[in-house]
């Protein structure tokens, strides 16, 4: 079974403050996506990073997949109230995962003006 | 843009009786997910279906069935519902297999609280 352990699971700072989100498997995947939800919503997509140490960027948001793709982190740069909700980071895994997304149990992250 | 609706958003049951959770996607996709979040949890994957006709078991199936009889339409069917199916859950669509990086689309929940 494929496992995402993601931490800190919850998270409160303030405005204008960074912060790492960490997600990390013993599996390799072969795609991990980062996925944002705000209460009373589905899950949206942020980000998906497709090869070994690859990072994206969306605007403040750096995403980075380790080097073995077993691993991945969210980096927030100068955190606004805006930020705060539950990120999810998803899984893709090869062959006896369906390709079905496996979820990490998500960190709540709560940013105070 | 509707993208995936489900249907209902809010729905009280007392154990024992049944009901239809129907989620809706206009996108044409071939992929359907039906997942329950629970607190600590995370997102856990109930049946999927890669396409009309068919069906599959996820992580957690025991309890529900599933139907793909239309492309655009996956329902969520619970038979004697029990208080340990009380979770919100969500349908998620996707254009092709979710191994080819491609992105899931989920629809905005439906809390079922069963009492």
């Known amino acids: 079974t494929q496992l995402l352990e993601q931490s800190p699971q919850f998270l409160s700072i303030q405005e204008g403050e960074n912060l790492t989100v960490y997600c990390n498997s013993s599996?390799?995947?072969?795609?991990l996506q980062w996925y944002r939800q705000e209460p009373g919503e589905g899950p949206v997509l942020l980000v998906t990073v497709v090869t070994g140490g690859e990072v994206k960027k969306l605007k403040r948001l750096t995403f980075q997949f380790g080097d073995a793709r077993k691993d991945s982190s969210l980096h927030i740069t100068a955190a606004q109230p805006g930020d705060t909700g539950l990120y999810l980071c998803?899984?893709?895994?090869?062959?006896?995962?369906?390709?079905?997304?496996?979820f990490g149990k998500g960190t709540k992250l709560s940013v105070k003006p | 843009n509707a993208g995936v609706t489900q249907t209902p958003k809010f729905r009280v049951l007392k154990t024992g009786q049944s009901m239809t959770l129907l989620c809706a996607q206009d996108m044409n996709h071939e992929y359907m997910y039906w997942y329950r979040q629970d607190p600590g949890m995370g997102l856990r994957l109930i049946h999927y279906?890669?396409?009309?006709?068919?069906?599959a078991k996820g992580e957690v199936p025991d309890g529900y069935n599933v139907s793909r009889l239309k492309k655009q339409n996956f329902l969520l069917g619970l038979e004697s519902a029990a208080p340990s199916q009380t979770s919100v859950y969500f349908c998620a669509s996707s254009y092709s297999n979710l191994a080819g990086h491609t992105e899931a689309f989920f629809g905005q929940g439906t809390r079922l609280t069963v009492v």
């Open positions: 279906s890669v396409g009309e006709g068919t069906t």
């Open positions: 998803a899984g893709a895994g090869y062959g006896g995962s369906q390709g079905n997304l496996i």
């Open positions: 599996s390799v995947f072969s795609s």
